[in-house]
């Protein structure tokens, strides 16, 4: 019934409990149902398992019976009477009672099942009158068991005190009281379907009644939420924030004292349930207003496009993080880097000063000062880029890395800017014929000046782009640019000689050491990728292994390998191979379809881009140093579809909104496919048993009847996000597609191949008319 007539919605499956067995045929998109008989486990405390089944259950369905010997789940307490013992039937009815009684609880409904009917569907007479004679006394043992039960799951002693002195009439009479089923009411064709679906109808209007009035903890700042009530001894609060609609943490931290004082009244009003009493002696309301006042200073409170920003990834050691693609950010956030490059900023502070003071000393017998250098590459690109160095180190130990890795950024193309400037002014110089008549164009040229400055103009913007779209590049980039410029800058002083070439030589040795560190982080990075590679090829061990069982047990090799391989099976495995061989072409077809279908989605993907690249190339080059180059377009700058939005807020907000309905869309493909292949498999008498049905036979286990099964899957949580969004997409937030997911398990290609044939039947963007699915190559 939940499986065709009546199903579950997606987002009120959940997961099977782990304290109880799952049943063989258990499929997802059925209702779970606690059976003890099916689910208790062997060598498990089973009275701690069955009360657990009613304590997680969201419907509970009591079977009253009575039989003519006196015995049922109702007749046989009468032996109560005589004898006190632990009666499990009774227990079972007072855990769901007292359950149900509780704030917050799973258990929403009880509905009674009378058992009027035989096997055979016929009616007989449920003797009621019998009721009147059960015990009026309390089963002291079964009460005392279901104390201890219920204690442990947080009931609270008044409320085991009136269980206590319950007799056992008074327990049947309140499971009595309920509206129930009868099946001597329902249709003599079918009555245990229609009593099925009338079960079914109380499970969906409970599922229904918990969506609307949930405290949404399936989202993951609803998750977030729960995590800081329990953190703080406020999960008693959670309906409260519910009913007012804050479902995140930074619309929390934003209640005042007085909005916490009108939101518990409005509750009380609303719900008529007078907590406000009970939670104010509690000091509830107090303790409320006192944590939110610690929230503010919680990272947890603030946007999620703020928590971007400052999130820190330290994820890799010193040495291995220059090779990742956020390198710049996990460098500036380690201590050692911070020094270094504090002390690389103070240095060039000095050498800058030491150029000021001392203004003729790298000109010989000059007297006209070189104005590019003097009032601009020495104050400015050398005392200003060393005080902007230093700022770099402050903002990453202090700020964020990512406010360090942006303002590096900005400070190369301010470098480049100043190298610009730098020449224009020597233009002007020579324009205005105010330089000394021996230092020419050609002079500039022998002594590298001119080399410099060009070299700084280009060094600097390319180290911003590195910066901003190869970080792993960047520390290679950064020891090459300084070299480069340290070695044209030494000579200048060597041509001059006297105690200039001094200078040239310190120069040069620095030059060097930079260089030297290319090959040094070479070798490292070839260290790191090896040991990836060998990382790797472990498991690319296994799998081949593997695939060559499968491929030896499916026959899929030519020559004697695999026909002399099964000749040593057994008989069963012999037969099983046989039949798994024949599949195999069926899945051999089937998986060059899919193939050929996912290359063609991806050669159209890819053309697409292609041709937005051509239109906008001229557009693209001239906003490339931009720092939102990719925001707007529909596919970024290395091919991959990008979202409409690059607010991470607004993303999950989406996501939020629409996983419960695209969990539907997918399930009910699903659901439509099995089916359809089921309806064609029954009419087909020559459809050929899969394998996992031939095991099935020839194991003498029950076969099963799905092919697959549909998982749905979590909206993806920020934390995860946000690393997938640095490493991978370098803070390109439009780049996040699968914040909503689902998982699909299937048994062979041929299933695979009908479930992405019906999601392509349901797509409404699609990607290509009907006659063209396989394109060319497929027709």
Request: hydrophobic share 40%.
């Amino acid at each position: 019934v939940s499986k065709s007539k009546l199903p579950v919605p997606a987002e009120g499956r959940g997961e099977w409990c782990g304290f109880a067995k799952k049943p063989a045929d258990f499929s997802p998109q059925c209702a779970k149902v606690f059976l003890d008989t099916e689910c208790l486990e062997d060598g498990k405390n089973w009275e701690d398992s069955f009360s657990r089944g009613v304590a997680h259950a969201m419907v509970f369905v009591p079977l009253l019976s009575w039989t003519d010997e006196g015995e049922g789940s109702l007749g046989s307490m009468m032996s109560l009477k005589d004898a006190d013992r632990v009666d499990h039937v009774l227990l079972e009815y007072i855990i769901a009672l007292e359950w149900t009684r509780m704030h917050g609880s799973s258990l929403r409904s009880i509905l009674p099942v009378f058992i009027d009917r035989d096997a055979e569907g016929l009616e007989k007479q449920f003797p009621m009158e019998e009721l009147k004679r059960l015990p009026d006394k309390p089963s002291k043992m079964t009460n005392d068991t279901a104390e201890q039960l219920l204690r442990s799951f947080g009931v609270k002693e008044p409320q085991l005190m009136e269980m206590r002195s319950r007799s056992v009439k008074d327990t049947v009479g309140m499971i009595l009281k309920l509206q129930g089923i009868k099946l001597s009411h329902m249709s003599s064709e079918q009555p245990f379907t229609e009593c099925a679906e009338r079960i079914m109808q109380v499970v969906l209007r409970d599922v229904d009644s918990w969506r609307r009035m949930r405290f949404r903890f399936n989202t993951p700042t609803g998750v977030e939420l729960l995590d800081w009530l329990q953190e703080n001894s406020l999960m008693r609060v959670a309906p409260l924030l519910n009913a007012a609609g804050l479902h995140t943490l930074d619309l929390v931290a934003r209640l005042r004292r007085e909005d916490v004082d009108r939101m518990w009244l409005l509750f009380s009003a609303m719900t008529g349930m007078e907590v406000g009493k009970e939670l104010e002696t509690l000091g509830l309301r107090l303790r409320l207003a006192a944590a939110i006042e610690k929230l503010r200073d919680d990272e947890r409170s603030h946007k999620l496009t703020r928590r971007l920003d400052n999130y820190t990834d330290v994820r890799g050691s010193v040495l291995s993080c220059t090779f990742s693609s956020n390198a710049c950010e996990i460098a500036i956030s380690n201590s050692f880097f911070q020094i270094a490059v504090a002390s690389h900023g103070i240095g060039l502070i000095l050498y800058g000063a030491y150029m000021m003071a001392n203004p003729f000393l790298w000109y010989g017998e000059r007297t006209t000062l070189l104005w590019a250098n003097y009032f601009v590459m020495a104050p400015l690109n050398e005392i200003g880029l060393g005080i902007l160095i230093i700022l770099i180190s402050y903002f990453g130990r202090y700020k964020s890395p990512l406010v360090a890795s942006r303002f590096a950024q900005r400070m190369f193309v301010v470098h480049s800017f100043t190298a610009v400037l730098a020449l224009l002014v020597e233009i002007l110089q020579h324009a205005l014929n105010m330089q000394d008549p021996t230092w020419t164009w050609m002079k500039s040229l022998e002594t590298g000046f001119l080399i410099w400055i060009i070299v700084t103009i280009l060094g600097g913007l390319f180290q911003s782009l590195l910066l901003r779209y190869h970080q792993e590049y960047f520390i290679f980039g950064v020891f090459i640019y300084a070299g480069s410029t340290k070695l044209l800058n030494s000579i200048n002083p060597m041509m001059n000689g006297d105690g200039n070439k001094y200078v040239g030589y310190i120069l040069i040795l620095i030059s060097f050491a930079y260089f030297a560190m290319v090959p040094i982080l070479f070798v490292l990075w070839l260290q790191v990728r090896r040991e990836a590679s060998a990382f790797l090829s472990r498991d690319v061990e296994r799998f081949n292994k593997k695939w060559k069982e499968v491929k030896e047990k499916c026959n899929l090799q030519d020559g004697n390998g695999a026909s002399d391989a099964v000749s040593h099976r057994s008989k069963v495995a012999a037969v099983q191979v046989t039949v798994e061989s024949a599949r195999c072409k069926d899945d051999q077809e089937a998986f060059g379809r899919v193939l050929l279908l996912t290359r063609r989605i991806s050669s159209i993907i890819h053309d697409e881009f292609l041709a937005q690249s051509r239109k906008d190339k001229w557009v693209s080059v001239a906003r490339l140093v931009s720092s939102r180059f990719d925001e707007g377009r529909r596919y970024s700058f290395n091919g991959k579809a990008r979202q409409r939005s690059s607010d991470i807020d607004q993303l999950f907000a989406q996501a939020a909104s629409i996983n419960e309905p695209i969990q539907q869309v997918l399930s009910s493909i699903v659901e439509h496919y099995l089916a359809t292949h089921q309806t064609q498999e029954e009419s087909d008498p020559t459809c050929e048993p899969s394998p996992a049905e031939i095991h099935s036979v020839l194991s003498g286990e029950e076969a099963r009847t799905k092919r697959f099964e549909f998982v749905p899957g979590p909206v993806k949580q920020p934390l995860r996000s946000f690393q997938k969004c640095i490493r991978a997409y370098r803070r390109d937030v439009g780049l996040l597609t699968d914040l909503v997911r689902c998982t699909f398990v299937v048994e062979d290609m041929k299933t695979l191949l009908g479930v992405l044939m019906g999601i392509l039947e349901r797509s409404f963007v699609g990607f290509f008319a009907e006659h063209d699915v396989y394109g060319e190559e497929g027709a």
